[in-house]
């Protein structure tokens, strides 16, 4: 009582001691909010204000009625917690919190005149000039500049319930329990996450269906796709996981680009049971609010089906632990689900994450773009989390969060429906926020192959934000993946048109005893050779676009070329069907071969830039005999194959002065994470995005550089010191190299007092001293003769460019950009490349200007004197163009084979019978009899 007493006269004191009258107004007003904050807090836990949706706050998550849920043996009840006001606050400092004293929104009348504003009128310019409209009105502009026209009205209506607070139900958002999260972040342990892991599920969910555990496990994988050229790696991973207790889920994105995978995969699931496809298709964008809706609304379809787990897999992850293994890893944790999270220690650190996160926005989807639109407040009594958007689900949690019909879930899902990376965040803030939390391991068993520095870039091409992604596991990653393969049971990314060894190597290992039953027919062709789908002639919506030109004039090139050659000598005519939609031309392939490969059946398998060998084409034509009678549909196959031209010069003549550099390409859909090209060439869409790639030798240090004395100067007063690029102590060869590392053009050596004989203090810098600083050549001239500087005096040597050491220096290099009249209209000097880098690579598309179709050339001259030339094509926009004609001397043609056309009863009794066997495609059948060379 006594201690009750003195808090009051004290807090009294506070309040009427000032001398100033204002001082004592703020004083009042601040001890009146505090008690307004508490009274409030206090009403909505007792139930004594009402929820926005009428209930009272603590009915909002009816936790008996929720759906299908575990209770484990052994476990013990959570206490129920609320985090209030006030320690939100202490927990979130840096993220904008929501006004204690606030319902869920103003009147309807703000909202209401919001939506009415002509926010595209010049009325409004000074309005979205202001802070709280900035990512209105970027998002504006970028939704014009795109042709967005109809996200318009669905921007300013998000921006307008976001802005007024009528947009999202925070009251519902207020967790029932939590799972201690805020002593996890604390503490930042093994031992309490697992601790907080084993503890049980309320005794509220004790109503719920028990799981039970005698019934056979079965197992959901969810493969989410979308490029065409990685069908043959998905079947492949399939093959793998194929297991009696497992199902498989394909959900292929909505995009055009995915029609083919689409098409593909629906035939190969009706020739299967355990393959389904999910019906609905979403835009399932980086970083948009499509992939998690894709993911709830899959798993409804999914929920048809008996499965105990389903776990998330893109089209480039790969299963490492046998399926086996796998399954009954499982089986063993009924109930629990799986995930990865940020567990930051300190406060600053969780607010920093949620920070970049996005967490803090409202954003909205529309044509596949993420709209960045209002900094929106955030709800103190949730405790967000993040981690990675790859998991594995029990089947009651899937069920809740896609299900739940509670109000607190549909307000999460609303919350999440308009959150940037909403998929890293929507399942972890949910569990943590209630009694799941007892059933979720902080283990997602995915191995990434994150390297620190790579992977991470900002990008405006789905939505304004960065992000980070792991690399293409390769051959020399494959020893430390296969290390972890006990706990980390799938791997991302693999990708074989990058490295086919490594994906050989964790099928060889998944796949286990069972490799030699399991693998196809065709498994060591398969593993040697990739083929990548380009075009198919169903794609209707890519006749006439990107890629079509230069497809069709492969094909009718083809045609005219002596890869015919055979089939005249044995008689038969071919004609071209130009009536045909796309002049016959049904299928293009881009066929990947590893080095092991030397030969195959009609293709003469020569080196190229890229890793492509050739493009498989299979045209439909006409087939006549020599003698008459009726002409025969026949689909010819034949190989596109790279010239050497372009290669050759492409790289330095070796009669020349040595250079490091090794070859200078240029190419397209630069990977930032790989550092390979998507897009080789050599011809290019008008739209293609171009950038060089020079690969170097490193150079040779442990050699003397070639260096030239400047003159002795003055190393303080009239020319600063240079005290930022002190090295010592350093030989003349030591420094040198060190500024050759550096980059640096010259050197000094001062002062050799204290040293050892031959060696003074090093600096490296990129320019001449001023004349003013010059001194007396004998001022840097040690008693010994050496040219090593003295007190205050630096002896200045500059890194000779000697071609015959130049593969032992920094070399400079420019950049011209030719047209094909000898022309240049670009250029770009000043350029190098350090000592020890194998790689460096340009943004030509930023710099040069549009290139008209055409042919041009990239010139990278070196060190002034020698000079390599890189010939590359842009496309004319049809195959009719006679711009075309001085292209063929890039590409070569060979004739594979010939074989009926599609729903032809037998093949045709007057094909040519000296051509080759067919290869063996993804559409065709392993023949008997081929042979492959290998290494």
Not at 374 to 392: C, K
Not at 495 to 515: C, T
């Amino acid at each position: 009582m006594a201690r009750g007493s003195t808090a009051f006269r004290r807090s009294w004191l506070w309040l009427t001691s000032s001398s100033s009258s204002s001082a004592t107004t703020a004083r009042w007003a601040t001890a009146l909010l505090l008690i307004s904050a508490v009274a409030y807090y206090k009403g909505t836990v007792d139930g004594r204000y009402p929820a926005t949706d009428g209930t009272k706050p603590n009915d909002n998550i009816d936790v008996d009625t929720a759906v299908e849920s575990v209770v484990l043996p052994g476990d013990a009840p959570i206490a129920d917690t609320h985090v209030d006001v006030v320690k939100s606050a202490m927990v979130w400092p840096n993220l904008r919190m929501l006004n204690p004293f606030a319902h869920s929104g103003v009147s309807a009348a703000n909202y209401s005149e919001c939506i009415k504003v002509d926010w595209e009128s010049p009325e409004a310019e000074e309005e979205l000039r202001k802070p709280e409209n900035e990512g209105l009105a970027s998002s504006l502009q970028r939704a014009k500049d795109a042709k967005h026209l109809g996200c318009i009205s669905t921007i300013i209506d998000t921006f307008c319930q976001s802005r007024f607070n009528v947009l999202y139900d925070y009251e519902s958002m207020r967790p029932k329990s939590s799972c201690g999260i805020d002593q996890i972040f604390k503490e930042g342990s093994s031992e309490l996450r697992k601790q907080y892991t084993d503890t049980a599920v309320p005794e509220s969910f004790s109503s719920a269906r028990k799981i039970d555990h005698s019934r056979p496990y079965n197992l959901a994988l969810l493969l989410v796709v979308y490029s065409r050229s990685v069908l043959q790696q998905i079947k492949r991973a399939i093959n793998v996981m194929t297991h009696t207790n497992v199902i498989i889920f394909i959900h292929v994105d909505r995009s055009h680009g995915s029609d083919y995978l689409r098409r593909e995969l629906t035939a190969y699931a009706l020739q299967r049971t355990d393959v389904h496809m999910i019906p609905n298709s979403f835009d399932t964008i980086w970083a948009g609010s499509g992939l998690m809706e894709m993911y709830l609304s899959a798993t409804k379809f999914m929920l048809q089906f008996e499965w105990d787990h389903f776990i998330n897999l893109s089209e480039v992850d790969f299963p490492v632990m046998p399926i086996n293994s796998m399954i009954s890893e499982l089986r063993k944790k009924r109930g629990y689900s799986f995930l990865n999270a940020n567990f930051d220690k300190t406060v600053q650190e969780r607010g920093e994450t949620i920070n970049r996160q996005g967490i803090s926005w409202t954003a909205v989807q529309c044509d596949r773009y993420m709209y960045r639109l209002h900094e929106r407040t955030l709800p103190p009594s949730t405790q967000f989390m993040v981690g990675s958007d790859w998991f594995m689900l029990s089947r009651p949690f899937a069920e809740y969060v896609s299900s739940g019909n509670t109000s607190y879930m549909r307000a999460m899902r609303k919350f999440y429906h308009h959150t940037i990376l909403n998929a890293e965040s929507f399942l972890h803030t949910t569990a943590v926020n209630g009694a799941w939390c007892a059933t979720i391991e902080w283990n997602n068993h995915r191995y990434e192959n994150w390297h620190p520095g790579s992977g991470c870039q900002c990008s405006k091409r789905t939505v304004d934000w960065c992000g980070c992604s792991p690399l293409t596991v390769r051959w020399r990653d494959v020893q430390g993946v296969l290390m972890q393969a006990s706990n980390r049971w799938h791997v991302r990314k693999v990708d074989q048109r990058i490295d086919m060894q490594a994906v050989s190597a964790l099928e060889e290992h998944a796949l286990g005893d069972q490799a030699k039953r399991r693998r196809p027919l065709a498994a060591t062709f398969l593993q040697h050779l990739y083929w990548a789908n380009l075009f198919h002639y169903e794609d209707v919506q890519q006749a006439g676009g990107q890629g079509w030109a230069h497809f069709s004039y492969f094909a009718k090139q083809f045609l005219k070329s002596d890869a015919l050659k055979t089939m005249q000598e044995c008689g038969l005519t071919v004609m071209p069907l130009n009536k045909h939609p796309t002049g016959g031309l049904l299928h293009v392939h881009a066929l990947y071969a590893d080095r092991s490969i030397k030969e195959l059946p009609g293709i003469t398998i020569r080196s190229s830039l890229s890793g492509i060998i050739g493009y498989v084409l299979r045209i439909l034509v006409a087939v006549q005999p020599a003698t008459g009678g009726a002409a025969t549909p026949t689909i010819i196959e034949g190989v596109v194959q790279e010239s050497p031209y372009r290669m050759q010069r492409s790289r330095p003549s070796t009669s020349s002065a040595p250079t490091r550099l090794k070859q200078a390409i240029v190419g397209a859909g630069w990977c930032l994470k790989d550092l390979v090209f998507r897009v080789e060439g050599p011809v290019f869409e008008p739209e293609d995005e171009l950038r060089v790639q020079h690969t170097w030798k490193k150079a040779n240090l442990k050699e003397t550089p070639n260096t030239s004395y400047v003159g002795c100067f003055g190393n303080g007063g009239e020319y600063p010191r240079w005290a930022s690029e002190h090295v010592s102590p350093k030989s003349l060869s030591e420094c040198a190299l060190l500024a050759i590392s550096r980059k640096m053009h010259f050197f000094g050596l001062e002062w050799s007092e204290g040293f050892k004989p031959g060696f003074a203090e090093c600096a490296t810098f990129n320019t001449m001293p001023p004349h003013s600083a010059e001194r007396p050549g004998t001022e840097c001239v040690d008693g010994q003769g050496a040219q090593l500087g003295a007190y205050y005096r630096a002896a200045v040597h500059r890194v000779g460019y000697n071609p015959r050491l130049a593969l032992l220096q920094a070399q400079e290099y420019a950049l011209d950009v030719i047209d094909s009249a000898g022309r240049t209209v670009w250029s770009k000097s000043h350029l190098n490349v350090g000592s020890s880098e194998e790689t460096t690579t340009f943004d030509l598309g930023a710099e040069v200007p549009s290139l008209e179709p055409g042919e041009w050339i990239l010139r990278t001259r070196i060190d002034g004197t020698r000079s390599v030339d890189t010939p590359f094509v842009i496309a004319p926009r049809t195959a009719d163009d006679p711009m075309w004609e001085g292209v063929t001397k890039y590409f070569d043609f060979e004739q594979v084979c010939t074989h009926p056309a599609d729903g032809a009863s037998a093949r045709p009794t007057h094909v040519c019978t000296k051509l080759p066997a067919c290869l063996q495609t993804p559409w065709s059948s392993l023949r008997a009899g081929l042979n492959l060379t290998l290494t």
